[in-house]
């Protein structure tokens, strides 16, 4: 079965410091990969997503993420993150072979501390 | 522009009592979904339907049914609540073809005691 592992479910980091969430999928298929923000209270928002080219994928509010076939993995970054960075981000994966559907990783949790 | 909107935002269920769970979006979207969130968990597909007319089970179904009433709206409805089911919920929608982004509605909180 095809899953989506986020490794870790909380990242505490503090302003302006660098912060890196990993994700891991497991297919036999080609993907397409996604990244959603969840502030709290509120829907999911996409902040980037890769379905083909460029392994480089930059997205809104300074994230980036990149795409390694070989490892199976899509970890975002950012080089230097704000308070407003506070948020639970999710990692999310459509199958091609199986439509839109996505299938989630369980969220990593990220508090920015001053 | 509403995007996708979600009624109501906050219920409390009594065990067994019924409820429906209204969604409609105004993106002229062909899919639509309904996600519940769990702590730790991630978002788990409960149904979604493609297009107009068809609807298909998700990861985890059992105790739910849908209602896809026209190209805007889907339906979920609790036929019989169970302390299970206390989740936030969250409806979706997209255009029809792979790798299309899903615009998520702001959320559903469901409490059942």
């Known amino acids: 079965a095809q899953s989506v592992t986020q490794l870790d479910s909380q990242v505490p980091v503090f302003e302006e410091a660098p912060v890196e969430l990993r994700c891991n999928y497991s297919s036999s298929v080609s993907v397409y990969l996604f990244w959603y923000v969840q502030y709290p209270n509120q829907g999911l928002q996409l902040l980037l997503k890769y379905l083909s080219g460029s392994t480089l994928v930059k997205g809104i509010n300074g994230f980036e993420a990149e795409f390694n076939k070989s490892q199976t993995s899509f970890h975002l970054r950012k080089p230097s993150v704000h308070i407003s960075d506070t948020a639970e981000y999710f990692c999310a994966v459509s199958f091609k072979a199986a439509g839109n559907k996505l299938t989630f990783g369980g969220g990593t949790r990220v508090l920015v501390k001053p | 522009n509403a995007g996708v909107t979600q009624t109501p935002k906050f219920q409390v269920l009594k065990t067994g009592q019924s409820m429906t769970l209204q969604c409609a979006q105004d993106m002229n979207h062909n899919s639509m979904y309904w996600y519940r969130q769990d702590p730790g968990m991630g978002l788990r597909l409960i149904y979604y339907s493609a297009s107009e007319g068809t609807t298909d089970k998700g990861e985890v179904p059992n105790g739910y049914n849908v209602s896809r009433l026209n190209k805007r709206e889907f339906s979920l409805r609790l036929e019989s609540a169970a302390p299970s089911q206390t989740s936030v919920y969250f409806c979706?929608?997209?255009?029809?073809?792979?790798?299309?982004?899903?615009?998520f509605g702001e959320g559903s909180w469901l409490t059942v005691v």
């Open positions: 979706a929608s997209n255009f029809a073809d792979s790798g299309n982004t899903i615009y």
